[in-house]
């Protein structure tokens, strides 16, 4: 097992210098973080709750947070492979995966590429379609420029790393993966044979009608809509919400530690 510093780690993977940390102990859970963000800007306000059970591994991917970008476009696909050759440098025969918005679709890339690795999955107010967002969402897209990027996402980037070329770098790589995105197969939805939990807000950025098409496709999943915006549930950055209570995860705790019926 590779000696971990819970303060921060890099491990060179793919070709990529990805930084991770590592929280608590128990059964592996890894954490995997929407666009534009890093692994505290997701899960800081909750992390600490699921390490109480799990041994929580936070990943910033390729461009974001502490990991540098390698020179590439970045994909779901890419990423996916990112987490599991993490997993396999820490010795990680098998872990429950929860990703948030983009990182839902990581981690739904994992379970379809790399099975093997994946125990449960929890996907959080993410898509697999382009119809999983309403038409102003692809109408602004292309003419997405760091300007109207979240300022809490911006400054949260340059806290860690004050390189304003590497955040606008972040955003291009998040925005022209959004645009070049094209839907993925039923039939690879329905290959996620693990099971899942599906879980967004009624409010959220992506549709509800898609968040319930994608939990039908899923062979084993169980459905949660809360009423709550995009991120709100989990005390996202941008989403504060709620007062430091975050429902969310009462409810992805019990999925994660119920024993399959």
Not at 239 to 252: K, T
């Amino acid at each position: 097992m590779t000696q971990i510093n819970v303060a921060g780690n890099y491990a060179t993977v793919n070709g990529l210098k990805m930084y991770y940390e590592i929280h608590g102990e128990g059964f592996p859970l890894v954490l995997i973080h929407g666009g534009g963000s890093d692994i505290g800007v997701t899960f800081g306000r909750v992390l600490s709750a699921f390490a109480q059970n799990h041994q929580v591994i936070g990943v910033d991917l390729q461009a974001h947070g502490r990991t540098p970008d390698r020179g590439v476009p970045t994909s779901f696909e890419q990423d996916a492979d990112d987490v599991a050759a993490l997993l396999k440098h820490l010795d990680i025969k098998q872990a429950d995966i929860m990703g948030f918005s983009n990182g839902g679709n990581t981690a739904m890339q994992v379970a379809i590429r790399h099975p093997q690795l994946v125990h449960k999955i929890v996907i959080a107010s993410s898509f697999y379609k382009r119809s999983g967002f309403d038409s102003w969402f692809w109408d602004f897209m292309p003419n997405a420029t760091l300007a109207n990027m979240p300022k809490p996402l911006q400054e949260a980037f340059l806290k860690i790393n004050n390189d304003p070329a590497a955040l606008e770098l972040m955003h291009n790589r998040d925005r022209d993966r959004m645009l070049a995105f094209q839907d993925w197969s039923d039939d690879a939805i329905r290959s996620i044979t693990m099971p899942a939990l599906v879980i967004a807000g009624d409010k959220d950025v992506i549709r509800p009608e898609h968040t319930l098409e994608l939990y039908r496709m899923l062979p084993d999943a169980e459905l949660c809509i809360l009423p709550a915006g995009h991120g709100d549930y989990i005390g996202e950055i941008e989403d504060i919400g709620r007062d430091g209570n975050y429902p969310a995860v009462a409810i992805i705790e019990e999925f994660l530690t119920k024993a399959k019926a």
